[in-house]
Each structure stands twice: as C-alpha cells, then as structure tokens.
C-alpha cells in the first residue's frame, strides 16, 4: 500500500520540469523501479503522446537524479518545449491531465482497482551524451544543426547532420547504429556544454 | 555621412535582443526616424520575413527603448521564438545574415551608393498592452489562449479567443476591430503581467 498510511513515510514521489526541448509528456523512470516502469506503461497506453526515458547506469551526473534517494518509487516528469519563466496553454493542460492520471492511478492502486496491467513498454534507453567542440578557451564552436532542432525522439542515422560550426561546417552523427536523441539543445544543459542526449530505442517486457 | 568620422560620436545604433515569442525577425524603428524607416524599408524589401514595428508614443514604458537616447538614429532587433539562453542555429543564421545587411546598407550609405529607395513600408503600430487578469494577491489567473499562441502579426478578430483562465475560461478579444498581437507570451513581459501587445497594421509612405 503506497501513501501516508505507509510504514514508509515516502513510497512514491514524482517532480515535473519544463524543458526547453520538444520532448513534450516525458516520463523519466529507473531501469529497476518496477512500479513506475508499471505506471508509465499504464500512461502512455492512456495517452499515445508519452514518451517513458532513462537514463540507466550510463548517466554522467548520477546525483542529478535525487528522487532516487528520496522515495522507494519515483518518477520524473519533463514537459515542453516551453521557455523559462513561461506559461503555455497547451502544456500547461497537458501536464494537469497527466497529474490527475498519475493520482488516479495511484488511489486505485491503493484500493486495489489497479488498471489491467499492461506488460509492455517502449523505452528509450540513454547511451551517451554529445557535448558541443569548445576552442582553447573553453567557449562552445557549435550549434545544435537546424535540421536536428526540436526532432527529439525522432532516429537520427548514421552521417545525419548533428551539430554545425560556427564556421558553417556541419558535423554528422558518427555512430553505427541508429539513434533517438533526447534534450536536444537543453538550455540547463549549456553549462555542461551538452548538446543533446542520445538513447536506443527498446521495447521492454516489465 | 554616418560613422566613426561624423561630428556626431554616435550617429547611428542597433542592438540584437532574442524574444521566447514567435516574432520572427522584427525591426522595432520609431515612428519619426526617417532614417531607420528607409533601412528597414530596404531591409524588408530584401527579405520578406522581416516584420517593422513601432512603439510610437502610447507604449506605457518609453523608458524601456534608452538607444533613443543615445543615437541619432538606432533600431532594435528581435529574434524568436528562442529560450532564454539557447542558442538556435536556423535563428542565429538569419540574424547574422541581418546582421550583415545592416552594415552593408550603412556602408553604402556612407560611399553614397545607397540601394535604391524604398518608398513604402507595413508598419505594426503599437495601440495598447494586453495584461493577463489577477486575484487580490496579485497572482496571474489566466494564460495565452492556446489558439492564439506563436501567432504573433497574425489577425485577431472580435471575438477570438485570447486569453484562457485557470479555471478554463476563455477569455475573448473584446475590441471592436482586426488587430495584430506581438509579443505573445514574453518571458520578460511576465513580471508586468503583460500577456500581449495589440498593434494595428499599415502601410506608410516615407
């Protein structure tokens, strides 16, 4: 049973961010956290627009992921694009709904009137990150390449364009295997000199 | 004869902002800068992206636009839609293609071969500011209505949506005719809660 009831006094604790990547409804899960891997199987059967993420053991800064810590279960929720300090509409209403979807679910969890389970899932699995060429001053030599901009979860293929000089020359995607690129062009993410993430795209059996 | 070696030290000036609404590539010129009114005339005969705007008189903060002050002649620059702190490659290009048209036109304008004179200009004249209504702790109660976002120079009719509470009412422009909304949704604008400006649309004769 999940809830103040709970001998635990946090079982399950999701947060919500705005992105300025059009990764629009985002579930970050953990590859081993089978009651929210059971609950973003549940929502993105709900709603064809979810899209369910993680980043595994591979993530560089594991300690920007302090839900973990926090409660047995968690989730993350990434909504956008929207731009710092702005309200949108259409994501704002979006977001609500999958609020209200993820407390509904929960109360029938708890009730015992759990949605029929769903037993697969689509998950993009993060690899690796890119981060933009830098000169001898540490300042960023590059772009995200406009034909990437905003095609978050969308294959890139090997020799597509990825990123593009400042010079105007264009660096393509250098891998072997097609790729899903997520939080392309990440404002929060320029301090790291990040340009995108890149995840595989796998259908799993929870 | 504009420049370096003019009596006056700063004859003519242009700054860049980057805007989080979808006006494109938009010349904010003042109404009686005969100057800057022929520039962008040119500049918009070039490139028919290019949208000109004035604040005229009636705009509530005219100590917002301090390069009046400072030159002869000066123009602003918006770039959008972009994040705050993003740095979007398809937008860059086209601000640095501006950029050099710019400093073309002034050189040619110094060596006395200036391009031919455009007579006729659209002009978007500011009328007033749209502020999103409060409650009595001054909190912001409402959004930009999500059919009118990113449609920035885009007809308003009475009677279109435009603003939506949180409560999930619309909220209709309730003028009396067809305007143009700029600066939908401004990240900037919020601390005044403004949601909007309303411009009317003309073609002027310089």
Redesign the interface.
């Known amino acids: 049973m999940f809830g103040l009831n709970s001998e635990n006094p946090i079982d399950f604790i999701f947060d919500i961010h705005s992105t300025?990547t059009n990764m629009g409804l985002t579930l970050i899960v953990d590859n081993d956290d089978l009651f929210s891997l059971q609950l973003a199987a549940y929502l993105s059967s709900i709603n064809s627009e979810i899209k369910v993420y993680s980043f595994g053991d591979l993530y560089p800064s594991p300690n920007l992921l302090p839900l973990r810590a926090l409660a047995q279960s968690s989730l993350c929720v990434e909504v956008g694009?929207?731009?710092?300090?702005?309200?949108?509409?259409?994501i704002?209403?979006k977001t609500e709904a999958l609020v209200y979807a993820i407390l509904d679910y929960l109360e029938k969890y708890n009730t015992g009137e759990i949605p029929s389970k769903q037993n697969t899932l689509i998950l993009y699995k993060y690899i690796e990150a890119v981060y933009f060429p830098r000169n001898e001053h540490g300042e960023?030599q590059a772009?995200?390449?406009?034909q990437l901009?905003f095609k978050d979860y969308q294959a890139l293929h090997p020799n597509d364009p990825m990123l593009?000089t400042l010079n105007g020359e264009t660096i393509p995607y250098k891998g072997e295997s097609i790729v899903y690129p997520t939080f392309i062009?990440e404002?929060a993410h320029?301090e790291k000199g990040m340009a995108m993430c890149l995840t595989q795209k796998h259908q799993i059996t929870i």
């Open positions: 300025t694009a929207v731009a710092q300090g702005v309200l949108n509409a259409d704002f209403l960023i772009m995200v390449h406009p901009e593009l062009n404002a320029y």
